[in-house]
């Protein structure tokens, strides 16, 4: 990334001249329209060098999932750059803040990254076009009509004359941007649907990405840190005097009533330091609380009087009073860690009443934010350094870790000082997948139809931890993810009801890649296979027949069935199981071949995913992000949990929260079905059908349903 | 003070010799193409050579590592580019994150060199770092490529 990164639109206008000149192009956004500045340029999407060097701000983050890539590519194509003349730069959030959030929302999650910034960012692009025919058309002085733009070049189709978007740009940025611009259509597009290589790949092979963890500055020193092991609880007290002579050490840091820091030199001389400094701690009120209980309490939320709605139609109560047939299953998930290999971290410095941070954030905005509030003092007062995440996957949306280096670095004024919590800290304190008991009944007919649906919700809500202002009348609408009416797959049942008994614990929850669809179309997958087999139907008839009246996503199944071969014959051993899910504004369909031994080991051969997430914008990393989805998925049901035994996680490193590895990996196929007019999210919808598949084919091999997840040491086995 | 041989150039190091070399390759070298991810030698981000053997860092005290030679990433070749492993990974497009392919290029890079035509069940047994993002399947397919590669041209497989 180049240094141009942390410059604003003024701020670069006003240096152009002396780097050879350069154009800024923007378009104003809704939100700067809604302040009354409609028609104001005040943001940049695009800068052009002499050179044709094409550089395309990106305001959210990149953390594996590809968006900085996508959303060059939707202003580029727009803008008809030469793809090989394309470079992404972050947008400053401090710029964003001085520029009336001209850039719009830097907030990385939900796989909203293209899909709600794809209108204003291929406008910027389309601006910028149209002012580079503008300033070609001068310099000829023909009609702008007369010319056309392609590959950074500006033609004059009468008479074939050429000016390259580089000789162009200097002119082109003193006109004033047009405020009605017209995007291309889908049959325009040249670079939107191409899987061009990822922009951010090089310097990931060469070992020069400048994570956060790896910002070295002049003068700099290292913190590690430790918070209170049971959630709640508090620092009793602790005594500096013991490490005082260590090696580098130079200060222990009570942050606040539960955490404690050492700074020293190097990080590894802190963490030492901090390994000795005796410290006691108030465990608190919940330092008795174990996973037996926290089941004990999501089980009788099974059974509660109360939940909140989340789907409804019919009359799910009468008709399954008179079904012919009945089946019931409980379902469970434990918590799960993000577990990014990039533990959390932060470098903050403190200077004269301003702070400035470095950090990978989910959330560049919210990071700026966070270390205002942290240091005391404005929004104006803080500048952030934008670095690629060492993955992300939910966690690097909360700023806790900013909040602690700016703490850590008011203590230090005038140094540098960058926080690195270890694995144990990172696997310890996160904001863990919502732990979920779900509870599934349904009704059928004498023919095998299903007549009645019902789920029961019992679990951790992630909005009355995080975000209670967003709780809907005791409702989270989030618990619900992949049932919502616009999403629920199987609206051909006549009777069905959903609601969540609301359970929460003390263990601190938040998003996670995917989440709710996750534990949702897992219980919701794995039950309807339940009741296919019920019922006597093959797995995959038994959805069609519950999805008429869904036909885009009966149309993704169907897609990822035939790729897989539903139906044909397969290797001796090998069994498959089908899932399907709708959620992030995309369809998705997966089908799993796996095979167990007689001794109970698992071989998953292959698995097939379908997705319909409408317009494509570089199939290449829609597959990447297929792939890892189900990895990471994948983790989750097969490996990892974490659980609570004296109030505090029980699992510390990687050792003991396992998760998937190269020799576990199927062979992964993704069929991309877009059936355009919509932009879907691509980074979590997939993660979801991942899990029931393998789940689905599992029993379809050994007749064994495992409900209660992880499978990690259920007998799969049959001697 | 410690003696190390790193990326072909003898330094002196003024470090404690208990110190992981993973922590004086990035604190006191100043090398940070090699990551810190478990410090139990479980994910592998920390994986360097050390005399061509793939070998996790963060457990490994620098003090104990002697004159042999150690390569990072930053030293596996010239122009950071141009080991068939990275060239190779270059056409997979296989990082997402990013943060473990350090680890994951170092560890296929030992592997090539011990075997230049890795079966299946070599990769899946050698290749235990972990990618939380999940790229396993375009690594297996880059490993291949690799292979191809140095076969073509031996020479650059040599490090």
């Not at chain 1, 199927?666 to 691509?682: A, C, D």
């Not at chain 2, 810190?36 to 030698?41: E, F, L, N, P, V």
Request: include cysteine.
């Amino acid at each position: 990334m180049s240094q141009t990164m942390q410059l604003g639109r003024r701020f670069f206008l006003t240096t152009a001249a002396a780097a050879g000149g350069g154009l800024s192009l923007g378009w104003s956004l809704p939100e700067a329209a809604a302040q009354s500045t409609a028609g104001a340029e005040l943001s940049i999407w695009a800068v052009i060098q002499p050179d044709d060097t094409t550089i395309v701000r990106i305001a959210r983050s990149e953390m594996g999932q590809g968006t900085l890539t996508g959303l060059a590519q939707l202003v580029a194509d727009e803008l008809d750059a030469d793809w090989r003349f394309v470079k992404a730069e972050y947008v400053a959030p401090e710029v964003n803040l001085a520029n009336k959030r001209a850039w719009g929302d830097m907030s990385t999650g939900g796989s909203r990254g293209i899909r709600t910034s794809v209108e204003y960012v291929r406008k910027g692009g389309a601006v910028a076009r149209a002012m580079l025919i503008e300033a070609a058309a001068a310099k000829w002085s023909v009609p702008a009509t007369e010319c056309s733009a392609a590959l950074s070049v500006v033609t004059h189709t009468p008479t074939g004359r050429r000016l390259r978007y580089g000789e162009l740009a200097a002119e082109a940025a003193k006109l004033t941007p047009p405020t009605e611009v017209k995007v291309k259509t889908p049959a325009e597009w040249k670079l939107i649907g191409r899987g061009v290589k990822r922009l951010d790949t090089a310097d990931k092979l060469s070992g020069k990405t400048v994570y956060a963890i790896d910002v070295q500055l002049p003068n700099m020193v290292n913190a590690a840190i430790a918070q209170c092991p049971v959630f709640g609880g508090k620092l009793k007290s602790f005594d500096a005097t013991k490490i005082a002579g260590m090696p580098g050490v130079h200060k222990v840091v009570q942050l606040d009533d539960s955490t404690i820091a050492v700074v020293a030199d190097k990080w590894y001389q802190a963490k030492t330091a901090l390994a000795a400094l005796p410290v006691v701690w108030d465990e608190g009120p919940n330092a008795s609380v174990d996973s037996a209980q926290i089941d004990a309490l999501l089980k009788a939320g099974l059974d509660a009087k109360e939940a909140a709605l989340g789907n409804k139609q019919g009359d799910f109560d009468a008709a399954f009073a008179s079904a012919a047939k009945k089946v019931e299953a409980v379902y469970g998930t434990q918590f799960q860690n993000h577990a990014t290999l990039e533990p959390m971290t932060c470098t903050a410095k403190w200077d004269d009443g301003k702070i400035e941070i470095w950090v990978g954030s989910q959330n560049g905005d919210a990071s700026l934010a966070a270390a205002a509030e942290a240091a005391g003092v404005k929004l104006e007062a803080v500048k952030v350094h934008k670095h690629h995440l060492g993955g992300g996957f939910g966690r690097r949306g909360q700023q806790d870790y900013v909040r602690q280096a700016v703490t850590i670095a008011k203590q230090m004024p005038g140094r540098p000082v960058k926080l690195i919590w270890s694995r144990e800290e990172d696997m310890q304190h996160g904001f863990y997948r919502p732990i979920t008991q779900c509870r599934l009944t349904a009704g059928m007919d004498a023919q095998g139809n299903v007549t009645a649906l019902r789920a029961r919700l019992s679990g951790q809500s992630i909005l009355a931890y995080l975000a209670p202002q967003r709780m809907v009348n005791g409702v989270d609408p989030v618990a619900f993810q992949g049932w919502n009416k616009e999403e629920f797959g199987y609206t051909a049942i006549p009777n069905v009801l959903i609601d969540h008994a609301v359970r929460n614990t003390h263990v601190p929850v938040g998003f996670w890649r995917g989440v709710n669809t996750n534990q949702n179309a897992l219980f919701m997958e794995c039950f309807i296979d339940e009741v296919a087999h019920a019922a006597g139907k093959d797995p995959l008839e038994f959805r069609r027949a519950l999805m008429t009246k869904n036909p885009k996503q009966l149309a993704v199944m169907n897609a990822a069935a035939e790729k897989a071969g539903w139906g044909m014959p397969l290797p001796k051993g090998v069994f498959r199981g089908i899932a399907q899910n709708t959620g992030f504004g995309s369809f998705t369909a997966a089908v799993a071949e796996v095979s167990v031994s007689p001794k109970g080991e698992l071989k998953i051969h292959r698995m097939v995913c379908a997705s319909d997430c409408g317009y494509v914008v570089n199939p290449e990393q829609v597959a990447m992000q297929v792939e890892g989805s189900f990895v990471y998925g994948l983790s989750s049901v097969l490996f990892s949990k974490i659980t609570i035994d004296k109030g505090r996680v029980m699992q510390g490193n990687f050792d003991d929260y396992q998760v998937m590895r190269l020799v576990e990996m199927p062979k992964v196929e993704t069929v991309l079905v877009p059936s355009g007019g919509f932009w879907g999210g691509v980074g979590e919808p997939t993660i979801a059908v991942a899990g029931p598949a393998v789940l689905n084919a599992i029993f379809a091999a050994t007749g064994k349903r495992i409900r209660a997840l992880p499978l990690g040491s259920n007998d799969l086995g049959s001697t | 003070m410690l003696k190390l041989n790193i990326n072909g150039k003898a330094l002196d190091i003024d470090a404690d010799p208990t110190t992981p070399l993973l922590w004086v390759l990035r604190e006191w070298v100043g090398l940070t193409g090699t990551k810190y991810g478990c410090g139990i030698a479980q994910c592998g981000a920390c994986t360097v050579h050390v005399d061509g053997v793939a070998t996790r860092s963060c457990s490994l005290p620098a003090g104990s590592v002697g004159a042999a030679k150690i390569t990072t990433i930053e030293g596996l070749s010239p122009d950071g580019l141009s080991h068939p492993v990275q060239v190779a990974w270059a056409q997979h497009d296989v990082p997402q994150c990013g943060y473990c392919q350090s680890g994951q290029i170092m560890a296929a890079a030992a592997l090539l060199k011990e075997k230049p035509r890795p079966t299946e069940t070599d990769v899946a047994e050698t290749i235990t770092n972990i990618c939380r993002c999940g790229t396993y399947q375009r690594i297996k397919a880059a490993i291949d490529t690799a292979a191809a590669l140095t076969a073509a041209s031996p020479a650059s497989g040599k490090v």
